[in-house]
Structures are given as structure tokens and as C-alpha cells.
């Protein structure tokens, strides 16, 4: 348990529904079935994907590039655990409407279950080829899920820190989740799949493994200092079935910013609109206070907490 919680509770209008208790229960509940939802949206996405990449033979990189229009700000995403570069689309749109302006460009690691080392790698390769064909001003890295260790690890060890500006971590499981451990029966279901679509990369199941908590990668992450110069945020959910316990989502680094979403779910941080909007906010509001980036009328608290090992703020927002 935390030795030292300081907690800020702004002033709510008359009749905000934040004060109801029963009103924060019902939304809660009502997220567990969007979350659903969203369940369904990333399998057909990435049903799409899986196609194009395993019967089109679709590049994502070049066809991607071909759609840059000399924006300045540039993000890239990189996609969780048995996911793709067709779940990010939505985000993509979003960060390039004309209103944001911002050239957006998924990671495209494969095999996702490599060695997440070797992923970050991968991706650190493209990151500096980007920049040098693009010369941007500024720079962002999303992870969502796995995808936000692989974008951590890039800082961390790879010198990530040098080019870019703020790092968001969505649904990112800092500190390993339990979940990991179904990834044996996961490897044996790919497979079986491989049987019939020998383009399928041999499943190994590393970076699975490197996400249950305690692992030597999750040490060797949360054992080195973040890089000073870059604002990181970490977004996640109050229930996450596939972070547990979600408390595992908190980055744990007195740098940075964990605003906690009271939803259930792991997709809702890369689907949602409420979650969209702060990923929106942290990327392009100032922060030279820690909590600018959100209204008065969404952060429900603000908490200060400091344990044997770590120290860390953390916003909680319906």
C-alpha cells in the first residue's frame, strides 16, 4: 500500500453527475460493454490485416510515406501483442485531421511475439529514417499495450530521448500482467495456423514471457532511469482484463503523468473518444503545470503517491 497519498478533489458544478456515486457506477458498468465493442472492432481490424500482409503482400512503410505531407509533427504508434498497423488507422486519421496537423505512422515489428528488444530495435531504425526524411519539429511516440514497451525500451536504451518530445503509454503494462502467462496457449493455437499459412512467422512467444511481471525484461526496464528532456503520460483503464492488477499500467517514475480512465477495458484507450481527446491533449497543450492538459470538469482527483520504491502523480478522469 501507498505510505503517502495527497489527494486534490477540484470543486464540482451543482448537479454534476461526477458527484453521484450511483451516475460513476453506471458509467463504469456501461464501459464493460463498449469495451465489447471495441473487442470486436480490433479482431476485424486486424482480420483485414492479417489479409494484406499474408495474401496482398501489402508495405505498409512505402504506402505510407506516400501519404506524407510535409507536416512537422510527426507520432508514431506501435500496436500491442497479436495486433497490426490496421488497428492504429483510426488514431491515424485523428492526429492527421487538418485541425491537428500531425503526421502519424504505425510500427510494423513482426513477428509481434519476437523478442521485444529486437523489436524496439527495429522500430529505432525506422524512427531515424523517418526523421532524416522528413526533418520534423517535433516528434511522439504511442504505444499501446506491448507496443508501449517496445517505445520505452527505444528511450531508455536505444537513444529514443534524443529526437522526441512526449512519449504516451496506453494500456502498457509496466509493471508485467498475469495475463501473460496464457501466451503458451496462445503460441500453440498460431501454430496450428502456421500449418495452413506457411507466411505466418514461427511463433517463439518471447516478448509474452517478458511481460509477466517480475520477468528480467520488466526489471531491467523499471531498474533504469527515464531520459530528462521528454514528457511522458501513461493512459489506462480502472478494470483492464488483460492488465491485472491494472495498478501494473502505472508508470512508476515520479517524471511522469498516469491519468487513470474510470472504464473497464484494455482497447478503450486506443478506441475511445474520451481517451483520444487527452491523447490529443498531452500532445499538444503545454506542460509546464502537470494537470493543464485536463478541464476542471474531467479530473475527478488528483493524487500524489509515494511508495518504498517509486513515487508518481496520477489523475483520475471520467
Request: glycine share 6%; aromatic share 14%.
Amino acid at each position: 500500500m501507498p505510505s503517502n497519498i495527497l489527494t486534490f478533489k477540484p470543486k464540482l458544478a451543482k448537479g454534476d453527475n461526477n458527484s453521484k456515486p450511483i451516475f460513476a457506477n453506471i458509467r463504469l458498468l456501461a464501459s464493460g460493454y463498449a469495451e465489447l465493442y471495441y473487442i470486436f472492432q480490433n479482431f476485424m481490424d486486424h482480420i483485414i490485416d492479417f489479409g494484406e500482409s499474408n495474401i496482398l503482400g501489402q508495405k505498409y512503410l512505402p504506402v505510407r510515406m506516400k501519404e506524407y505531407k510535409g507536416q512537422k509533427k510527426i507520432a508514431f504508434i506501435y500496436h500491442g501483442y497479436f495486433q497490426g498497423t490496421v488497428g492504429n488507422e483510426r488514431l491515424e486519421r485523428v492526429l492527421e485531421s487538418e485541425l491537428f496537423n500531425i503526421f502519424a505512422i504505425s510500427g510494423t515489428y513482426q513477428p509481434y511475439s519476437q523478442d521485444i528488444r529486437k523489436s524496439a530495435e527495429y522500430e529505432m531504425k525506422i524512427l531515424e529514417w523517418v526523421i532524416k526524411n522528413t526533418n520534423p519539429e517535433e516528434v511522439y511516440l504511442i504505444g499501446h499495450s506491448q507496443g508501449g514497451l517496445v517505445a520505452r525500451y527505444m528511450i531508455q536504451f536505444l537513444g529514443a530521448d534524443k529526437f522526441i518530445k512526449k512519449a504516451i503509454f496506453l494500456s502498457t503494462p509496466h509493471k508485467g500482467t498475469n495475463f501473460a502467462y496464457a501466451s503458451d496457449i496462445n503460441k500453440i493455437f498460431l501454430e496450428s495456423l502456421r500449418k495452413l499459412f506457411r507466411k505466418i512467422p514461427r511463433i517463439e512467444g518471447e516478448s509474452a514471457r517478458q511481460m509477466r511481471p517480475n520477468s528480467s525484461f520488466i526489471r531491467e526496464l523499471n531498474g533504469a532511469n527515464l531520459p530528462t528532456g521528454v514528457d511522458y503520460t501513461s493512459i489506462y483503464t480502472y478494470i483492464d482484463p488483460v492488465i491485472f492488477p491494472s495498478s501494473n499500467a502505472r508508470l512508476p517514475y515520479r517524471e511522469a503523468n498516469n491519468i487513470l480512465l474510470r472504464k473497464i477495458g484494455h482497447m478503450q484507450t486506443l478506441y475511445d473518444f474520451q481517451a483520444i481527446e487527452l491523447i490529443l491533449k498531452t500532445l499538444l497543450l503545454d506542460f509546464g503545470k502537470k494537470d493543464n492538459f485536463i478541464h476542471s470538469s474531467q479530473l475527478v482527483e488528483k493524487r500524489y503517491i509515494k511508495t518504498e520504491k517509486s513515487e508518481f502523480n496520477e489523475f483520475v478522469s471520467y
